[in-house]
């Protein structure tokens, strides 16, 4: 208290001209329509300017949760659109809610690239419906396949893994071949095993080739890096992949729901 008694003392005229100053300022603002205005107008982009940093500031923080109802919504779309293709395509009733796959949403928690076999790690496991053997997909392409799977957690098979092998096929063409990594570098993989016969050019899409009961077919790959042609057989075709691996965070884990009655059908070949 002292302190602040001393601080009026010592600056007791400052003060005294910074309040005579004010209502001055005050007087004169109301006396005048134009510098009303002109101080109105400044007070409003004052506080516009504030507010919209304050703004801003508010929509960073909530970025995470916009994020996670984009992604529900973009989830809740491809169901949707799994629904609508399989009737167009086969004429079914719009009423029928017929499909092979459903769409789930996940998020990467680990992820590994530079290792010669990686993995990641998703926050959904068993209690989500998570099982082994699911495809991994985000909005550029494919990322890999589940693994373990504990109750609220699942690992995945990185297409940047030895261990990894999709069906895949240009996107213009019905000749297959198999996806596969050589471990050199993590924004390219190679394609193998694909007939003679097919035509390729570089810059043309790879995609899924759907022969599989993980992935359905036309899941974005890459484009073709380069290639070479030995006695009409091809070998090391390169595919440069849409996804960046090394920065993933959003997936989709797809189900496939014709599964189990695939595999009985071809348990039932078998015996």
Known sequence: MRQIIRFIEKYRYFLLFLFLEFFALFFTIQSHSYHRS???????????GIYDKLNSINEFWN?????????EENTRLKNILSIESINSINEIDSTTHYR??????????KNDYTKRNNYLLINKG????????????????????????????????SILNEYSHVNAKPKNSNHFGTLSWDGKGYKTIQLEDLP?????????????????????????????????KTDNVYNSINITLFNDMSSLSNVNIIT???RKEIQQLEKSNNE
């Open 126 to 157: 068993s209690k989500n419906g998570v099982t082994s053997e699911m495809a991994v997909v985000n909005s550029k392409g494919i990322v890999g396949v589940t693994k373990s799977v504990s109750n609220y957690k699942a690992t995945v098979i």
């Open 38 to 48: 002109k101080f109105v107008n400044s007070a409003n982009r004052l506080t516009g």
């Open 100 to 109: 092979d796959f459903y769409y789930s949403s996940a998020k990467i928690i």
């Open 256 to 258: 496939n729901l014709q």
């Open 196 to 228: 003679r016969q097919a035509q390729l050019n570089i810059g043309d899409t790879i995609i899924t080739g759907g022969k599989s009961i993980i992935f359905p077919e036309g899941i974005l790959i890459g484009t073709i890096k380069g290639f070479e």
């Open 63 to 71: 970025l995470k949760s916009e994020n996670q109802h984009l992604l």
